[in-house]
């Protein structure tokens, strides 16, 4: 029998999905998948060369358990260097990703019951992770109408004797929600009166920020408060490298050793040879990123144009990140050519998997009636996807 707390949890719901899609795929079905969360661009080739000279030279053995020194030097050099951020070797951990990362911070310090504030729609990982831990995922409500932010007042409201932990990610997977360093000084203005409630800021997006927005992380943002935060970020969405498997963290001392504790029992240290490409990532030229970001821009235009031209939607303009989140409620209780109706988001994911096209239902993401569509593919991709969006929708009544 399961544990009780694995047994509460839910599949990955986006999981679900590409299941299904991939078994279309395979018996002969064209899809444009928009579910992906991984950018499309290949690893840049002084990154790949790094990897296959660490391979050349016999760096083939197990590193640390929470990374080799150069990479943590690298890691101090990027923190320092895009935000401000100043941390000794001790104050670093490097995992196999930026999941194992944030899973370990919260099974720290995490117990039974303890509560942690999650604004939702929400990375679904970010609720199991809580789960695994037995503790309590607190899901406080956000729309397109507030740019799906928490603020001062909705975290004050979340906030209980138990709240032990909240959960930041800017720009945020699934909605492409920026915090700005002042809607982040505002919430540090409620944290600072609550001095037991520790902080994560998943900062994976942090180099696909948009117009106007500025990326800003909380520890830069409140030095006052950066005892208590976790920054997480990692190689794989900003440098195309989400096979290499390489998140790394900076945060507290006491923390950081309670990560190295886990990590030390059930992970050992991160696969030496993509930590080597990632010292190249992190030290090497970094231009290319506004270059990957302009083309997500680009996109992201193209997409909401075209998702403005679908009756029923309610579209709000990402800010960051490579994903779309449009509130699909001016669809529901339409029916289908077959008369069936469509009354939730995984109804329309369904009814637009059959006319070839992949999204998430907002189910995934703890919110209905949404989904997200990635903009992680080809322009001419999102535009025969959204043709075929168009066309399906409009032949709902
Ligand atoms: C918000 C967010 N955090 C963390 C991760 C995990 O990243 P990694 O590939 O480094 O494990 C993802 C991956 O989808 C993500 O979207």
């Not at 390489?246 to 504790?261: C, F, L, T």
């Amino acid at each position: 029998m399961l544990a009780t707390a694995i047994s509460k949890i839910q599949g990955s719901p986006i999981s679900a999905i590409f299941d299904q899609a991939t078994k279309l795929r395979t018996e002969g079905r064209d899809l444009i998948d928009f579910s992906v969360g991984e950018p499309d661009f290949d690893t840049p080739e002084h990154i790949c060369t790094a990897g296959i000279d660490a391979v050349k030279q016999g760096v083939t053995r197990y590193t640390p358990v929470d990374g080799t020194a150069d990479l943590k030097a690298a890691v101090a050099r990027k923190f320092q260097r895009d935000n401000s951020l100043d941390y000794t070797a001790a104050e670093i951990v490097i995992s196999a990703g930026a999941k194992p990362l944030l899973a370990t911070a919260m099974q720290a310090v995490l117990n039974t019951d303890d509560e942690v504030i999650i604004p939702t729609p929400a990375w679904p990982s970010h609720i199991g992770m809580v789960e695994v831990c037995s503790a309590n995922p607190v899901m406080v409500p956000t729309t397109h109408e507030d740019g799906f932010k928490l603020n001062a007042a909705t975290l004050a409201a979340a906030i209980t004797p138990k709240t032990k932990l909240l959960l930041l990610c800017s720009p945020s997977n699934p909605t492409g929600a920026v915090y700005s360093a002042k809607a982040l000084a505002d919430l540090a203005e409620v944290l600072r009166r609550h001095p037991d409630i520790l902080v994560i800021s998943d900062d994976l997006y942090e180099h696909i920020v948009f117009d106007d927005n500025r990326f800003a992380t909380l520890a830069a943002v409140a030095p006052d408060l950066s005892d208590r935060i976790l920054t997480v970020n990692g190689v794989s969405k900003a440098y195309a490298m989400t096979g290499w498997r390489i998140g790394y963290a900076g945060g507290p001392q006491w923390w950081m050793d309670g990560m190295r504790k886990i990590s030390s029992q059930i992970n050992g240290g991160p696969c030496s040879i993509s930590q080597a490409a990632s010292i190249a990532a992190l030290d090497g030229p970094q231009r290319f990123l506004a270059t990957w970001c302009d083309t997500y821009c680009s996109r992201r235009d193209i997409a909401l144009e075209g998702l403005a031209k679908i009756d029923g939607l309610k579209l709000s303009k990402p800010e960051g990140a490579f994903y779309l989140m449009p509130h699909c409620g001016g669809l529901l209780g339409r029916k289908r050519p077959d008369g069936q109706v469509i009354e939730t988001s995984t109804d329309l994911a369904s009814y637009l998997l059959e006319a070839g096209v992949v999204i998430v239902p907002g189910a995934g993401f703890f919110c209905d009636p949404y989904f997200r569509m990635s903009i992680a593919t080809s322009e001419a991709n999102i535009i025969e996807g959204l043709k075929r969006m168009a066309a399906a929708c409009n032949a709902l009544k």
